[in-house]
């Protein structure tokens, strides 16, 4: 059996989630794999990204030149996709977000879509909403002539299920994954009374910086100021303006780190915070899980497979006055009832999302394709 993984960009060649995916789902079905064929479609011709595993043929095309329109953009690089996916008429094709669009009815029967994110079906206001309407036409057809599409699940799952046609038959859930830190997990002291709360993310409005701040706002009215500290690391086009703003003593603007400093900080942290207003399954959150940590996060996305009041708090987006008011009740915590949160984060991490898990849910997937293009199910 073999499978082409077609992406717009490798992690650490290109950073993003998905280029980030891309590269550790490959990695993982390779390693744990071996009698699988795996051709690797990306867009950086002059690397080669997975010289270490035999099993793993490379196909570079030519990348988008950034200089046009994205959408027209890739549309021109899903045809060269396409010209590479004609040379290999009986791979499964696996694509990442709109790397397979062109002449897709050629490829619908093998065809995997994962979209992830679904940003454009989460836009908020009306402004957003204009901007992805094409966006939103383009997957819709994409999603229309895909042998099954992948949801992260939660409400990725309730989005497609609107748009997707056939949906019980072609809707299949993965979830993102993780790798967890070598050794032992740390044995935090959690003590009572005083709060270290982490946010990683990009600084843009999205991601509910604003209303994180109007939550440490409300905390510091209540007297909450020396209780409660709150740091915030990434960048993006609001650091600047927030960090020039802020007057605030207990919240601490960190901007990019690099990942020693990033995991010295998971470890410093007591909860895990991020407000964001739409997402689809976000890392951040996988990576704290991995790390022990107790999460607050908004009801977007598939967050649902990550959260519940076993391990944290599913909080409303755009509502401050419920995020301080769980950011208080961590407070009050006890040091048993913070590490058993943690705690339950760290075993959901290790039950379903680590990268050999989520390797084997798309193995398992390969296989049921495989079979029924064999069978001759023209639904395969």
Known sequence: ??????????????????????????????????????????????????????????????????????????????????????????????????????DIAEFSRRLIVNPHGLEAHQAFGWKDWLVTLPFRRIFEHIFRHAGHVVSLGGRLT?????????????????????????GPPLDRECPAGHLDALFVGRFATNKGIADLLAAVDLLNARGFGDRLRVRLVGGGPLYEPLLGANRRANVEFCGGVDDATLDRLYMEADVFVLPTLFEGMPTVVLEAMARGLPIIVTDVGATRELVDDTNGFIIDKGNPADLAGRLERMVSMSAVERR?????????????????????????????????????????
């Not at 990306?42 to 990348?63: C, M, Q, S, W, Y």
């Not at 943690?342 to 390797?359: D, I, K, N, Q």
């Open 1 to 102: 059996m073999r499978v082409a993984i077609c992406a717009d960009g490798m992690f650490p060649e290109s950073i993003g989630g998905i280029q980030r995916h891309s590269r550790l789902l490959v990695e993982s079905l390779a390693h744990g794999f071996p009698e699988l064929g795996i051709t690797v479609v990306h867009t950086h011709p002059d690397k080669r990204l997975f010289a270490g595993f035999p099993n793993v043929e490379e196909r570079p095309v030519e990348p988008r030149p950034g200089r046009r329109q994205y959408i027209l953009e890739t549309y021109d690089l899903s045809g060269r996709v396409a010209d590479v996916l004609r040379t290999m008429p009986d791979a499964i094709v696996y694509s990442q977000g709109m790397v397979v669009w062109k």
């Open 158 to 182: 309730t989005i497609l299920r609107r748009i997707v046609p056939d949906p019980d038959r072609r809707i299949v859930v993965l979830p993102n994954g993780v790798v967890p830190p070598v």
């Open 340 to 380: 058993a949160l943690g705690h339950a984060s760290l075993e959901r991490v290790h039950a379903r999302f680590t990268w050999p898990r989520v390797a084997q849910a798309h193995m398992e997937l390969f296989e049921k394709v495989a079979a029924a293009l064999a069978a001759g199910d023209r639904r395969a």
